[in-house]
């Protein structure tokens, strides 16, 4: 009779952590760890002990001084003797809001674009890849000194409006103006973080409107549910079209009609205009511009996606008599966006941090305040350039953080 035991258990030496596959991964990765960090340690030792040598030891004082510049485009009030941080977060806001527009036309103009080069339609689709082809195999900073020439050299001056009845929006060699909402009931402001540099206001007016628009989207949500069971129950969907209408416009007039909403157009006084909202052509030219050249690789993307949907997917909705337009708004491209979405938060990115081109106008973001005006007034390069990648990291970090959260939304769930 036999007795079987277990073999001896082998004892540790060092030469496993090279020669053993269940430690040599994590060997070369502590190895690796500690490199990056003493090169990291040396670098900013080195850069430490030559800044205290030239005098110019590292702090960011320099952020509670006085700017003493101006910011011609701004969404928050501001003067030039606000400190720098106050200034710096006025770009900031600027980045933002040519992010947030980029993103939402190149979106826009992306997706059409990009079906359209699959037209049927011979001339239409050709159209289309020329487009594609010019826009993005010219820099981008081409396009937005071009997009700037156009408008200072095309649109009239504002003395050339005198005595014209101008409309509703103007558009003139120094910016383009459009009605102002006004509210002859308004409810005021909310003031956020007393008088920092970091104060802002929130209308109150705003909040309002946006809670109207809220209640109805809700609302909306839960006929669209009863009416998804009703088809499942009964195979014929009810016409709801008019019901999600009228719950999104109802409370949205009565607010409005209860603040006395109301808009202010812009009037020429003296040599300008005044009222109303005033976009800058800097604005403007950067707007286009990053939209225009983002939207022709988006609408590559978009076009890859809806290529990598099989054929049988079109050909079985066309058999249940779905019209092509609703074939590729609910079928196609639901399906393409998990193709889509991947490279297409490359673009929302690339589009953020080209951005930084805007000195280019004269836009003044947060690299033309931050890491322009403040840098060469206080002569803080390392600073300024520091918090500035700091900023766009964490501004690129939260696209993708959202954009990811968005693709796991409409991934395929897999049993």
Known sequence: MTTLTDPPKESFRLSMLIYDTRYRSMTIQVVAMIGFMLLFFWLFNNTAKNLL????EPSFSFLGEPAGYDINQRLID?????????AAFVGLLNTLLV??????TATILG???GVLRLSKNWLISRIMTVYVEVFRNVPVLLWIVFMMAILI???PAPKAFRGVDTGAIVATNRGLYVPEPLFSNSLGNIHLFGQSSLRFDISIDLIAVLFALAVGFTIRHFINKRADRIQEATGERPTTWYLNLAVILVPLVAVLLALGFYLGYPELKGFNFKGGIYMRNSLIALWLALSLYTAAFIAENVRAGILAIS???TEAAGALGLRPNRV???VVLPQALRVIIPPLISQYLNLTKNSSLAIAVGYMDLTGTLMGITMNQTGRELETVLIGMLIYLAISLSISLVMNWYNNSVKLVER
Not at 78 to 86: A, E, T, W
């Open 328 to 330: 590729m708004s609910l």
């Open 53 to 56: 040598e030239l005098g110019k």
């Open 78 to 86: 501001y003067d030039n003797q606000n400190s720098h941080f106050r």
């Open 99 to 104: 992010a947030v527009l980029g993103c939402i």
């Open 153 to 155: 050299e095309t649109l």
């Open 111 to 113: 997706v059409v674009i």
């Open 311 to 313: 054929k049988g997917q």
